[in-house]
């Protein structure tokens, strides 16, 4: 019959139409509202779809999750139940289509999870439900109902089943995408918590050599705010005119290490010397980063400050050139003296005026060479950070006439004490005699014989004050600032023997005390005061709690 023909060829055609319409369908939807709302568009289009459902099941819980049910043209959100008796559950269950061709007669009532005006008729009379497939595994299912008795046949069961495995195919992509959406995040969070929390500073560069990414370390070496550093553009397209004297210098030292990854060329080890502002030296290196198939993505660059590291190093070779140096002398003097007696005592020599002056000799300059490495000793110590601190009760005007009185022994000078009160804290005895001597050896050596060196100390409220007054060759403004570097000399003093490192350790061991050094002079040839003060108590000790008295 013609129209029994026209009626299957349309059929036919709307068929073929939703399989092609499924394709697309199965590459848009990117969430599952989404695809709920696309699949009830398609069952609408080739059956009655008045009541619509398209539902989740959750294995582990085995609880069906409704995504969204569609009712006379109203969305309505999801909920949750129980696997039960009905139909939806029925199907999750055996995993098999179901036509309900009159509901009334053949199955339970339909539960529709939402809620309905009160009196109003919503029972579906008829129903088709089939499952979401991934392979055996019931993913879900989808449901669509009719208020008419009889409104499905066969066909449409197979219709559904065919919109149902594109929702089974989504449904994965979606969730997959959803998992790697939480992954990428994951990642994303442990990768920032790194760079949050490296010390090294990092940078990331895009394959055209534009900086996309970079640290809080970067930011604070580089001293740039948001304003200086957009973040996506080249280097050489910054304004970096505008940019600290550091940040440009840093630049430059980049750009030859960002064209290297745009080559795709990696960069082990660099060193660069920054001179303006602080002296600081950086050492960079750059990683190429590759996609899956080797070609160069830009890269990662990173640097670090390793100025204390090579400052550690040079420390080494100046105390190792400084020994070397200074024990030459010594150590040649006492040969010299050592052969001398030998000789003498190998000859029978009985005077014994020059023996005893050549052993005397062998002793003095031997002290100076274990008082020398015991510097040296110390001075390394303190570079390293290992100075130790042996806090004992100590009275620091005793320790001062002790001092003064083993100096005055070969000074050839007037040396006075003004120390007559106890001035007693909690101090490394050992180290701050140390300090003392050489503050008190260096007044003698650097002021004329017969002139007065006077050694003061005087307790105030919180801090004990040590003063070493001395009338000698006297230091000017520059002079007054650079003292207490490691090495230094002045030029007036370059003609008395001596290493630089007195004053330097000294100063170390008034700090490790929490205490400060100084030095005034009115300049060359007016003499000068070296003076420290100490804490009378330790910062932690300082606080007393209050004390009521009755
Ligand atoms: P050294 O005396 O072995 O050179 P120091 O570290 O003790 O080393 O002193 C560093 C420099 O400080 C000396 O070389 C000298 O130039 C200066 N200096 C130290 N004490 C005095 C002083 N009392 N008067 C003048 N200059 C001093």
């Known amino acids: 019959m013609p129209t029994a023909v026209t009626t299957s060829e349309k ?4 068929r073929l139409d939703l399989a092609n319409r499924l394709g697309a369908l199965a590459a848009g939807a990117r969430d599952l509202a989404e695809l709920f709302r696309a699949l009830h568009e398609e069952t609408a289009r080739v059956m009655d779809a008045t009541v619509f459902l398209f539902a989740l099941y959750d294995e582990t819980s085995a609880t069906v999750q409704v995504v969204r049910q569609m009712d006379r043209g109203v969305e309505f959100p999801g909920g ?44 579906p009379q008829s129903g088709v439900v089939v499952p979401i497939l991934s392979g055996d595994r019931v993913l879900g299912v989808l449901s669509a109902q009719s208020y008419r008795p009889e409104a499905y046949e066969d066909a449409d069961l197979l219709s559904l089943g065919a919109i ?34 490296m010390s ?31 973040v996506g553009q080249p280097l050489e397209q910054q304004r970096l005119e505008q940019w600290p004297a550091t940040a440009r210098e840093i630049a430059a030292a980049l750009l030859p290490l960002i064209a290297a990854l745009r080559s795709g060329t990696s960069i082990a080890e660099e060193e660069v010397e920054l001179r303006s502002g602080q002296r600081r030296v950086l050492s960079l290196a750059a990683s190429v980063l590759r996609s899956a198939r080797g070609t160069p993505q830009g890269g990662v660059i990173v640097l670090r400050d390793i100025t204390g590291q090579r400052d550690l190093e040079r420390l080494r070779e100046d105390i190792f050139n400084m020994a070397w140096h200074d024990v030459k002398t010594p150590l040649a003097v006492v040969r010299g003296h050592a052969e001398l007696l030998h000789r003498r005592l190998s000859s029978g020599e009985r005077d014994r005026t020059d023996l005893e ?9 031997v002290d100076r060479l274990a008082e020398l490495l015991t510097t040296l000793f110390d001075v390394s110590c303190l570079e390293a950070g290992l100075l130790s601190i042996l806090r004992w ?48 050896s260096n007044a003698v050596k650097y002021s004329p014989e017969g002139s007065t060196v006077t050694v003061s100390v005087a307790a105030g409220a919180r801090s004990a004050t040590v003063r070493v007054r001395d009338e000698g060759i006297g230091l000017d403004g520059t002079e007054l600032t650079q003292l207490f570097r ?21 100063n170390g061991i008034v700090a490790a005390h929490g205490g400060r050094m100084w030095a005034e002079s009115l300049g060359h040839g007016q003499g000068s005061t070296f003076c420290f003060t100490l804490p009378l108590r330790e910062e932690r000790s300082a606080y007393r709690p209050a004390v009521a008295h009755a």
């Not at 008796?85 to 509901?103: D, N, Y």
């Not at 992954?183 to 920032?192: D, I, K, S, V």
């Not at 002056?357 to 300059?365: F, K, N």
């Open 357 to 365: 002056a050549d052993a005397a000799s062998i002793v003095t300059h």
């Open 11 to 14: 059929e036919l055609r709307a």
């Open 80 to 123: 949750t139940f129980p696997l039960g008796k009905g139909f939806t559950s029925e199907v999750i269950r055996t995993g098999e289509p179901r036509l309900v061709r009159r509901w009334s007669a053949e199955g339970p009532a339909v539960h529709l999870i939402y809620g309905t005006e009160a009196g109003e008729l919503v029972t």
């Open 393 to 440: 009760r100590t009275d620091l005007a005793a320790l001062a006439r002790e001092v003064t009185e083993s100096i005055r022994s070969t000074a050839r000078h007037e040396i006075k004490v003004l120390a007559d009160q106890d001035v007693v804290g909690e101090w490394d005895e050992r180290r701050l005699r140390q300090a003392l001597m050489n503050l008190l």
């Open 164 to 197: 149902a495995v594109q929702a089974g195919t989504v449904i994965e992509r979606v969730r997959a995408t959803e998992q790697m959406a939480l992954e990428h995040e994951r990642h994303a969070l442990q990768l920032e918590a790194v760079l949050a929390t």
């Open 486 to 506: 490691r090495g230094y000399r002045a030029e007036p003093a370059r003609n008395v023997a001596g290493g630089g490192l007195g004053l330097y350790f000294s």
């Open 200 to 230: 090294d500073a990092l940078l990331i560069v895009d394959p055209r050599g534009a900086i996309v990414r970079l640290n809080r370390a970067a930011r604070e070496l580089l001293c740039l705010d948001n304003a200086s550093l957009v």
